[in-house]
């Protein structure tokens, strides 16, 4: 529910509306597209690539915006998100860095060391013709920034472009991401600091053309969520289940169910996230990409529920977190 308060012009959020307009609390659409979600200190941050601007043509054909940067907003209830800025902001007086305006960052994920106590954002950096293939790495000592580039590479010497990370309940961490032209999923340990890999690392799906990862962990067991290679348009979804993160996983069916679960609701993954203090409780996220307006694409959040067959994401017009309880 959308209530004024009728005090201010604020527009306060009581639930999720999925797919439709967020305004963040400055009445503005939510500009975090491709994101993730960060827990820290009572508060939720949410991290994402910020789009408005114009759309133009890329030089092969494909709808984009030229950079900005990675939004970051703050929340304490996750329905209503301040604006605390761009967190790591395009570069415009260096054709040649990987941040410039002409270039590609996408998929900003960000993850708190408790050892070194920084903010490390993993994301992918690319050029328009998303040749160049990058993981790119930023770290802060605030979780709202600014955040400082510290490089880009080819994680193990591979291509790399749709990607996410996790950090299991030990602190290791891992870099996901579709390599081989998103033939193939490459799941790469992290270095203690979380900056770099330590060089371990498996294949997954090899062949099977997935992108848009999303992993979380629920009663010791791993999940992958990831999408088909369709660019902007939306496709089937699929989840995947592990005993360990650099073990064997299998490949289960769709796990959405409602209207156009087989298009994954018209939206694409990006994110699983616990809700803090509400056991067995993930919201799954995803983007409903505009490719003709990309600055007004949407979001679709929705719960988990945990099944004795795996997950079910159902969809829902309108939900809050009373869903959990009952």
Known sequence: MVLNSGLSDLIKYEDFQPGELWLDTNGKPIQAHGGSILFDNGMYYWYGENKDGPNRLSRIGIQRVDVIGISCYSSSDLYNWTFEGI???AVSDDPNHDLHTSKVAERPKVLKND??????????????????????????????????????????????????????????????????????????????????????????????????????KHAGRYYLLSSGCTGWYPNVALVAES?????????????????????????????????????????????????????????????????????????????????FRE
Not at 127 to 152: C, H, M, Q, R
Not at 164 to 186: C, M, P, Q, R
Not at 250 to 261: Q, S, T
């Open 115 to 216: 050892r070194t106590g920084q903010y490390v954002m993993w994301l992918h950096v690319d050029n328009e013709d998303y040749t160049l293939a990058k993981t790119g790495v930023a770290v802060s000592d605030n979780p709202a920034g600014p955040f400082i580039f510290v490089g880009s590479k080819r994680p193990n010497d591979v291509d790399s472009r749709d990607m996410t990370v996790f950090k299991d309940e030990d602190g290791t961490a891992y870099l996901i991401h579709s390599s081989d032209w998103n033939k193939t999923l490459i799941i790469s340990k992290l270095t203690d600091d979380y900056t770099d890999l330590n060089g371990e690392f498996t294949k997954a799906f090899i062949d099977q053309s997935r992108e848009a990862p999303a992993v979380f």
């Open 243 to 323: 005993d360990r993160m650099m073990g064997r996983w299998e490949l289960r069916d769709n796990p959405l169910i409602g209207p156009n679960a087989r298009k994954t609701f018209y939206a694409q993954s990006t994110y699983v996230f616990p809700v803090q203090g509400l056991d067995n409780c993930f919201i799954f996220m995803a983007d409903r990409w505009r490719p003709e307006e990309l600055a007004d694409s949407r979001y679709v959040w929705l719960p988990v529920t945990f099944t004795d067959d795996g997950i079910e994401i159902k969809w829902a017009d309108r939900w809050d977190l009373n869903t």
């Open 87 to 89: 967190a790591l902001p």
